[in-house]
């Protein structure tokens, strides 16, 4: 077999992008196919039932349970206000009644006889969906949501931290390879999409945070700093509902790893544009990376990812990217895929590609240890 | 579903969907005796963009049927039965865990005993239990409420008191479940199944206390008397309720149920079948092992009693940096004999977390890797034996004698001194270069006690025989015996501490291999016994030590070899590792060249 598949990320100059802006259960879609929207307009909208508060009125009121619907002074299904009275006990001989007066607002959904346990439901919650890009509505699914059709450059970073943020796009380091640092955030970048080389350290984080910055996005971070930033140990890679002050989203992984070369020349290119981004990761079945989307004003985008990590057939010639240490974030061409298994180092038998970097050098690893970018 | 005479079988086609991938194997009747032939396997497909899991199976069928030499799929992909010469098959089985397998909620009264049995029930019938509800978890009923309306199950188990018991408690639950409103994981177009089995005189007020949103349904009590558990209708109804709804819903799913000939099963459901009717069979104590990326099962059957936990963030790829969490990088690396940087460390296991999919190239990789494998399986094996207890509740008569030795109820019913199998499957034991480093990682995770045969599942085949256990018994024992599990050979040793230079046990072994000596405090031995070998082994624990028969009393017991041979084992129990005063990094590089880990 003279190629293999393997998986990568989507990063493309131009695209035609399929936005799907879905409600998390049911409600109302605002917009119709073919209405334009920008990034930030509410296109679907839903009431999730309110909140619950559960409440022990008949020991409260010091009757049994089957006693307490004669003490309800208000019906199933009835709106109640903080402060109204809401039971009464009928008292010994008229006497030594007692009344609860309600601490919550809501609608009373049910009196138990069996358990003395009433059920007030508060207002509902709203729920909404931005478009999150600016363009098309292409397709409208009735009660769930739409579909936005946009033309951008669109990039899918490795991991992220934090949900959907919107800002321009601001340079602040010089090539690839250089770190994020403080020094490089400067208060102008408030509002924006920060834009770094590769490793982002915990100070500049933290100095992003201070200025306003709506996201950074850089090569790598050290997963201590990660950790300090946080606060806490990241366990699973399931992202996305942070509050930290600020999106991240490294493009290429943890530790000293410059941004692809491709990738940091994109941004460069739409350097003041406006910017979606969304860090939310999801390394599981129904697998979802972080990214950034830059709408384009130009019309004739296809749907090719054509830049950046692709996915394809390993062959020689294509270019990858190794993705495990001990060669982590080398970059080279497929030299050759022996066909016959290989012993590595580690005493494992695997299916092997060699590959040859820019300075000549050769070297064998895994096949499931390299991804395709684009040549 | 075709009736078919179980002697007439001779062919029998069978798949596990996996979350990654689809697997396939062919089981062949030669010569009288069942025997696994040929497997094959391919992507799972329930995403897009194929988004049908038909897919993948007639993917993985092909390659099969290509290997084997024998057509399997008609012209459109369709499953040809009966078997007729070089051509089809006579049943087709199958079980699934994709999607992410069987997701429930359970609930019942006190935490201890009635949500504790119907934990017990989903999980033994293979669910990942998302939360317990219970009257005594200490939530508040509003925090409860907003947990079930997070969560997004794919049913919910509601039990709680015992029949003739309390009311009022159940109905209570049910009223923190009703107007919680819970939503089903895939679509909105199916109302959320909820099985009640609890107190039967609570049936009538927890029905009431529904609206027609939920699909209600009533199984016998999981636990009708304090001393006495009834899992077996739960899980029968989370089965069908799985089959009817859950796998319903799931892309292709509907058409893959008409292929079968078997109703599918939950993959973990039927690991545990085969482990339980292998266990029932030779009236032995078993432990099975199942690490994956996300998730490690661990099943045991202890005195015939089957115990099954999923410990949902242990993993060695997309869980690996939850396990560095929960261990701690301390605890990991004391099984670590070479220098290795810990904040490099840190980045290298993040990065495996975001390429899951990448492999150790390097023999300081693999060390770490089976380094974090070890806590991981430990940390399991912890959860498991904290959940497998005697029934909590039970009322005991005390005499005398019992004075100070009774035990209360829910004292953990694992005993690694009666345990006499323990197998291993799942990537990094399946995958490990060498059988040795599969048999360390069992030893030091699990920690045996006495004579324990240790195996692994060669290919992971345990869920396709758990199904076929359901239509042909013996098909599936033959298959196990003889195919699926590869014998690593048998660890035995002591419990208790032993003293520092001192010798902790004496031994002499007979039979295919002739042998006698003494073991020292701290000391691992591994002799050459191969598969088809057994040998004789009287052991002489040292005072306060015990190898099965009582502290310092000798044991004789046959063994059986493998492919990693005989392992002697005086380091004690608990194993103490890393810190002040276990084991350093010296010793822990002698027990690696003790048991020739990582050399040839």
Redesign the interface.
């Known amino acids: 077999m003279a190629h293999a598949y393997t ?1 990568g990320l989507k990063v493309s100059r131009q695209t035609k992008l399929h936005c799907r802006r879905l409600l998390p ?2 409600g109302k879609v605002l917009v119709e196919v073919g209405d334009l929207v920008e990034a930030q307009d509410v296109v679907a909208e839903a009431s999730i ?1 309110g ?4 409440l022990n009125l008949a020991s409260l009121l010091g009757v049994s ?1 089957a006693d307490l619907p004669g003490c309800m002074l208000k019906n199933r299904g009835e709106r109640v206000e903080v402060g109204d009275e809401l039971a009464r006990s009928k008292g010994i001989f008229g006497f030594f009644k007692k009344s609860y007066f309600s601490r919550s607002a809501g609608v009373l ?2 009196v ?1 006889k ?2 003395g ?1 009433i ?1 007030l ?1 508060g207002e509902p919650i709203p729920v909404q969906v931005r478009a999150y890009v600016p363009g098309r509505i292409l397709e409208v699914k009735p009660e769930q949501g739409v579909v936005v059709e946009s033309n951008v450059t669109f990039i899918q970073g ?2 992220g931290i934090g949900g959907e943020q919107y800002g321009k796009i601001h340079l602040a380091c010089e090539n690839p390879e250089q770190p994020l640092t403080e020094d490089l955030i400067k208060p102008e970048m408030r509002g924006g999409v920060i834009i770094g080389g590769a490793r982002m350290t915990h100070q500049a984080v933290e100095k992003a945070i201070a200025v306003g910055a709506s996201a950074v996005v850089s090569g790598g971070i ?3 700093d ?1 950790k300090n930033i946080l606060g806490y ?5 399931i992202t996305g509902t942070e509050k930290i002050g600020t999106t991240l989203i490294i493009t290429e ?3 000293d790893i410059g941004m692809a070369r491709r990738t940091f020349e994109l941004f460069q290119s739409r350097v003041g544009s406006q910017a979606s981004v969304n860090g939310a ?1 999801q ?4 697998v979802m990376r972080p990214e950034i989307v830059i709408p384009t004003a130009d019309d004739s985008a296809s749907d090719v990812f054509d830049d950046g990590a692709v996915e394809g057939f390993l062959e020689p010639g294509s270019s990858v990217r190794i ?4 060669y ?1 974030g080398m970059i080279g061409q497929v030299a050759s895929l022996p066909a016959e298994p290989t012993v ?7 299916r092997v590609l060699e590959v040859k970097l820019d300075d000549g050098r050769k070297l064998v ?2 096949r ?2 390299v ?1 395709i970018i684009a040549g | 579903m075709s009736k078919i005479n179980p002697d007439d079988i001779e062919v029998i086609l069978a798949t596990d969907c996996g ?2 991938t689809t697997k396939a194997i062919l089981i062949e009747k030669i010569d009288g005796h069942y025997r696994q032939t040929y497997r094959g396997e391919a992507p799972t497909t ?2 897009e963009p194929a988004a049908d899991v038909t897919v993948g199976v007639t993917n993985a069928v092909s390659e099969v049927a290509e290997l084997a030499g024998r057509k399997l799929l008609d012209e459109n992909d369709q499953i040809l039965r009966p078997s007729n010469g070089k051509q089809g098959c006579d049943i087709y089985i199958s079980t699934s865990s ?3 397998g069987l997701q429930m909620l359970v609930a019942g009264v006190v935490r201890e005993m009635t949500a504790a049995s119907a934990k017990r029930a989903a999980l033994g019938a293979g669910a990942i239990v998302m939360d317990t509800i219970s009257s005594n978890d200490k939530r508040k ?2 925090e409860q ?2 947990r079930i309306r997070e969560l997004r199950p794919d049913m919910i188990l509601l039990s709680g008191g015992t029949d003739g018991g309390t ?2 408690h159940v ?2 639950l049910a ?2 479940i ?4 819970p ?1 089903p994981r895939f679509g ?1 177009k199916y109302r959320m199944p909820i099985i009640y089995a609890g107190n039967i005189e609570a049936w009538e ?1 927890v029905k009431e ?1 529904f609206d027609d949103d939920v699909e209600l349904s009533q199984v016998e009590n999981v636990r009708p008397q304090l001393d006495n558990e009834n899992l077996g209708p739960a899980r029968d109804e989370i089965h069908e309720l799985f089959l009817e709804h859950v796998m319903a819903h799931a892309p292709g799913y509907d058409k893959l149920i008409s292929w079968t000939d078997a109703p599918i099963m939950p993959t973990p459901g039927a690991v545990g079948n085969i482990l339980q009717t292998i266990a029932e069979r030779d009236g032995i104590n078993a432990v099975g092992v199942d690490i994956g990326g ?1 998730t490690t099962d661990v099943f045991s059957v202890f005195d015939g009693v089957f115990n099954r936990t999923v410990s949902a ?1 242990l993993g060695m790829s ?2 690996i ?2 396990v ?3 261990a701690t990088m301390l605890n990991i690396l004391r099984w670590v004999h070479v220098d290795m940087q810990e ?2 460390l ?18 300081e ?2 060390i770490f890797e089976q380094a974090v494998a070890r806590e991981a399986l430990r940390l399991a094996y912890i959860q498991h034996k904290e959940f497998a207890t005697t029934l909590k509740g039970v009322q005991q008569q005390r005499t005398v004698g019992d004075l100070f030795t009774q035990d209360s109820g829910g004292q953990s019913i694992v005993n690694n001194m009666k345990l006499d199998l323990l197998v291993a499957s799942g990537g990094v034991l399946s ?1 490990a ?2 059988m040795h480093q599969t048999a360390a990682m069992l030893i030091d995770a699990f920690e045996p006690e006495g004579f324990t045969t240790l195996a692994k599942d060669s290919i992971f085949m345990m869920p396709h025989l758990g199904v076929l256990a359901q239509v042909h018994p013996q098909a599936a024992l033959e298959v196990f015996e003889r195919d699926c599990l590869i014998y690593l050979g048998t660890c035995v040793a002591i419990a208790g501490q032993p003293k520092p230079g001192r010798v902790a046990f004496r031994y002499k072994i007979t039979g295919d291999l002739s042998d006698e000596g003494e073991m020292y405090a701290g000391e691992l031995k591994l002799l050459s016994l191969s598969g088809d070998q057994r040998a004789t082994v009287e052991i002489e624990p040292a005072r306060g030590l015990d190898c099965g028969a009582g502290k310092g009393r000798p044991i004789s017991r046959e063994v059986r070899g493998g492919e990693v041979g005989l392992i002697l084992d005086a380091r004690g129990r608990e194993l103490a590792v890393g810190g002040e005063k276990g084991a350093d990094r010296q010793t822990v590089t002698q027990w690696v060249n003790s048991l020739h880990l ?1 050399e040839d």
């Open positions: 998986p259960i049911s039932p909140d619950i508060f559960p349970a959904e049910s138990s069996i358990t346990q059920i439901r490795i991991f050290d997963d201590q990660l140990d990241l366990g699973v890679a992984g943890f530790g990761t390394i599981r079945a129904g993705i495990r240490d001990p982590f590595l180092g580690s005493g494992s038998k695997a690893v895994p499931a240890n991804e | 979350s990654t329930v995403e994709a999607g992410g009923p509003y409420i907003q009311v009022k109905v209570q009223e923190l009703a107007p919680a409103k939503q909105d007020p206390t996300a963030n997309y869980s940096s939850n560095c969490a929960e904040r490099e840190r980045n290298r296991v993040k990065n495996k977390m975001i390429r899951p999919t990448t492999i150790p190239q390097t023999l990789a693999l995958h270069p060498r990582y």
